[in-house]
C-alpha cells in the first residue's frame, strides 16, 4: 500500500492520523520498513533506522533505509557505539523527546573523534533522533533520521514536530 506523499511539517495532526491508517492496513513484517519511509519524507531525511534495544539482550532488531544496516551495526560495535553514542545516550535519557545534532554545530567538538570518524565513515553530517520507551517492558525503540553533508542542517522545530509525534509511534 502506498500513502500520498507526507503532509507538511506544519500539519502534525495530520501525519498522526496518516500513521495510524498506515499501522491498520499493513501487515506487522512490513510495518516498520513503511513507516520509515514515511518519516523520512516527512523530515526530509536522506536515510533512517529504527532500531530495537532490550537490557538483556543488547540489539535486539533493525530497519533501516539507505544504510548497509550490517555494515554499519557492526562497525558500531567495532569503535565501542555502546560507550561512546553521544547521541543515543542523550535520547535515552529523555525518552519521547527528539533531539537533533549537526555537525558544524559547536557542541559536535565535544563528540569523540572516534564518534565523529563514524559519522563521517557512514555519510552522516545531521541526526535528528527519539528514544521510545515500551510500556510494561524494558524495550526500547530508537528512531534516527540522517542527513548527507551539504543538507539542510535539522531545526528545534524539526525537533519540536518529532516529539509530537512520539507518543503515536510507540
Not at 39 to 63: C, E, Q, Y
Not at 98 to 122: G, K, Q, Y
Not at 124 to 148: D, K, M, P, S
Amino acid at each position: 500500500m502506498q500513502l500520498a506523499t507526507a503532509p507538511a511539517p506544519s500539519d502534525p495532526s495530520t501525519f498522526t492520523l496518516a500513521l495510524f491508517q498506515l499501522a491498520r492496513t499493513t501487515g506487522c513484517e512490513h510495518f516498520q520498513q513503511q513507516l520509515l519511509q514515511q518519516l523520512l519524507k516527512r523530515f526530509d531525511a536522506d536515510r533512517g533506522a529504527i532500531t530495537m534495544w532490550h537490557p538483556s539482550t543488547s540489539f535486539v532488531a533493525a530497519a533501516g533505509s539507505g544504510y548497509d544496516l550490517a555494515a554499519m551495526t557492526a562497525d558500531w560495535h567495532a569503535v565501542g557505539g555502546g560507550q561512546l553514542d553521544y547521541h543515543a545516550s542523550v535520547i535515552h535519557s529523555q525518552p519521547g523527546k527528539a533531539f537533533a545534532m549537526n555537525t558544524l554545530e559547536p557542541r559536535w567538538d565535544s563528540v569523540t573523534a572516534i564518534w565523529r570518524d563514524f559519522f563521517r565513515r557512514h555519510g552522516i553530517a545531521q541526526v535528528l533522533g527519539v528514544a521510545i520507551e515500551f510500556e510494561g517492558c524494558q524495550t526500547w525503540a530508537h528512531l534516527n533520521l540522517t542527513r548527507g553533508p551539504g543538507a539542510a542542517a535539522y531545526t528545534p522545530g524539526d525537533e519540536a514536530a518529532l516529539t509530537h509525534l512520539a507518543p503515536s509511534l510507540r
